[in-house]
């Protein structure tokens, strides 16, 4: 059985009840300090968006203001980013924390990493109604417009990703898993390591180390599944998934348990240091 090593991406969380002279402190602030800023007002879902750069890597995103939220002057303020550049930017948002009333884990992506070629890699959503498209090497599952929902997976060739996009070449190859984490219920932040997802009731993933091993017509139909060509009914993919699930399946549940609370660590640190 081949190890899957997990991270999180995109890390969003939200503060409740902020006054927009806050919003308005933590853009001086970025720019006494430095930063890159740049705005857009009334644009997306939320009626202010501030997008923050610090060097050439850390970034945060922030969005002001849902346009659901119409009556009073307190409204939400969400962040966005890399769990570690929340580091970078914990004195900027500190005085936010102060003013909020509340603080919310919204969402994250969750990565699945595997050393070995994409074509190894086989996941197959428990739902008949996810349907898989395709851009170059990268499968996804849900379509551009749900990229934010619980659920949208993609599949890609990390080390590729790495190369092409900062330029760093690793001497192994690495493919990812990456499926969208975003509960129903609302979450406080200081207790999201008590909430770890459980992504095995909407993927099975199955890296597969030994194709020769498998039964000609069964490989075929593997294959026909992990590129989307052909999903078959749904006993024909219960087969499937008995077939890869010993030993090559891939426990998302089991995998986030075990590291959840170390992965949420970081965010959790610098932005309730003080709480």
Known sequence: MMRASV???KFVMEYKDVPLGAYYGLMRDAAMNGFQIKETVYWGDYCYELHIRKGNRAYLHVFYKNFRETEGHLHTLRLETHPE???HFRELVEPIR???SRIYFVGCDVAYD???SLENVVVIPMHGRRKMTHEGTTRYFGLPHQRKTNGYCRIYDKRLELWEKQGIAIDHE????EIVYKPDQKILLSDVGRYP???NDKYFAAVVT????LPRKRAEQIRNIRDGVKMYDRRMRTVVKETLANPYHVDFNRLAREQWVSLVEV???ALLRAA
């Open 7 to 9: 991270s999180i991406d």
């Open 85 to 87: 550049h929340y580091l």
């Open 98 to 100: 102060k003013v909020a």
């Open 114 to 116: 595997v050393r070995t």
């Open 174 to 177: 690495l493919s990812r898993m």
């Open 197 to 199: 997802p459980e992504q």
């Open 210 to 213: 030994d194709w020769d091993t």
């Open 267 to 269: 965010p959790c640190a």
